[in-house]
């Protein structure tokens, strides 16, 4: 069996003058501090699937391409939504972090966060994701480019745009954006 990282960072685009807000979190997650590392088997955790701050209010030099920007449940690659945020748009990012104590069988969470300012985008592709750990928080240690499994297999966007549910086996990392009301 492949062990796997869940992680999610979510990237949030909004007001110049403001910063991004995690508002509630439910089921497995919880919102913590940034950690020292969110590199494969540094935060693990059975039962908790971890979201934090990473860099806020950052003006993107180049454009951001996210794969998830429809609300929906995408739990195949075919479902995929593409969709780019603009070079000087300003965002602030979030990650959601799962990766279990690996023994045996593969271990599954599922989590919701919600967020003050509405989802533009998710990204669950690897290499996507590799492309933004520069918005990761400081002092935090990201997982080497090339690791496989860092997307979610199963991600939903709420209608509202405002919540994002990742869930998953394993350990993975996905990236959304958001814009203030």
Not at 39 to 64: H, I, K, N, Y
Not at 102 to 110: E, K, L, R, S, V
Not at 112 to 130: E, H, K, N, Q, Y
């Amino acid at each position: 069996m492949k062990t796997r990282m869940l992680v999610a960072a979510v990237v949030l685009l909004i007001a110049a003058s403001g910063r991004a807000e995690i508002v509630g979190t439910g089921g497995a997650a919880v919102e913590i501090a940034p950690p020292p590392s969110v590199d494969l088997d540094a935060l693990e955790s059975d039962t908790e699937v971890r979201t934090f701050e990473e860099l806020q209010v950052v003006t993107l030099g180049a454009p951001l391409v996210v794969n998830i920007s429809a609300p929906g449940v995408y739990d195949d690659a075919a479902d995929v939504t593409p969709a780019t945020i603009p070079a000087a748009t300003v965002i602030s990012s979030h990650l959601v972090h799962f990766d279990i104590v690996f023994q045996g069988a593969p271990g599954a969470a599922t989590g919701s966060v919600t967020f003050r300012d509405r989802i533009l985008g998710v990204i669950v592709d690897d290499a996507d994701l590799d492309a933004t750990d520069f918005l990761g928080a400081p002092g935090t240690t990201y997982p080497q480019p090339g690791i496989q499994f860092r997307g979610f297999e199963l991600f939903e966007l709420d209608r509202s745009r405002s919540a994002a549910t990742p869930s998953g086996p394993s350990s993975k990392r996905s990236k959304c954006s958001t814009t203030s009301a």
